[in-house]
């Protein structure tokens, strides 16, 4: 696969598990393959993006203060000075429905768009990359919060899972954080950036509504 997950169907067990038992205290790392439904017969439709619709009063938006924002996860991205993939970053609801700002919210780059269904429900899911919050705090010198892509098994493998779309707050811009005293090699492009730096500043000035959430 384009996308270099040959573990895509144990992750959508494992998500389907939880769907199917949401006060499940059975934490994922440590939840047995067996325990989960087997996805015989589903049929899977792959999609290339997503429409995340959200109320932001502060943003020019439609009636009510609704706000559209496309999401965009595609291995052949041809509309930028340079053709490559393209896989965008997400604010994800952490389930700490109290806790303000980053506190409640995660960060993931998304692989994968998809669909499957079972026992007669569909299933909207993204297959994502997290991002670990760096400290407790946003950077003192910047007011920004850091991020580092998430890997297991001693930096050999990316810390992946399947979410629901559901959980997917809208999407989120993050900015390398350049090692200092380090020059910029002069082939990386925009296209390698989340791959090519180890941490990364949250930009919550992107737009109003991501100052409003991203604090």
């Known amino acids: 696969m384009k996308i270099g997950q040959q573990n895509l ?10 769907q199917l038992h949401p006060d499940s205290d059975v934490e994922p790392d440590t939840l047995p393959l067996e325990q989960c439904p087997v996805l015989w017969d589903s049929r899977v439709s792959v999609f290339h993006s997503a429409t995340a619709i959200f109320r932001a009063p502060s943003n020019p938006s439609g009636p009510g203060g609704m706000y559209r924002e496309v999401i965009r996860s595609t291995p052949e991205w041809t509309k ?3 053709a490559g993939p393209r896989r ?4 994800v609801d952490g389930g700490e429905s109290n806790a303000p700002g980053m506190r409640g919210l995660l960060v993931a780059r998304v692989y994968l768009f998809f669909r499957f269904s079972f026992a007669n ?8 990359h997290w ?10 010198s910047t007011g920004l919060w850091v991020v580092e892509p998430e890997y297991t098994h001693g930096h050999h493998y990316r810390s992946m899972s399947v979410i629901h779309l559901d ?24 296209t390698q950036t989340l791959d090519a730096y180890q941490s990364f500043y949250v930009n919550k000035h992107i737009d109003h509504h991501a100052f409003e959430i991203a604090f």
């Not at 169907?9 to 939880?18: E, I, K, T």
């Not at 991002?131 to 003192?140: A, K």
């Not at 809208?170 to 082939?187: C, E, I, K």
């Open 80 to 82: 930028g000075d340079v």
């Open 167 to 190: 959980s997917i707050v809208r999407g989120a811009h993050l900015l390398p954080r350049f090692p200092s005293n380090t020059q910029v090699h002069r082939d990386i492009d925009y």
């Open 88 to 91: 965008d970053c997400i604010f």
């Open 9 to 18: 169907p144990d992750l959508a067990r494992r998500f389907l598990f939880y």
């Open 121 to 128: 429900v569909e299933y909207p899911c993204a297959l994502v």
């Open 131 to 140: 991002y670990t919050t760096v400290g407790t705090e946003p950077d003192s």
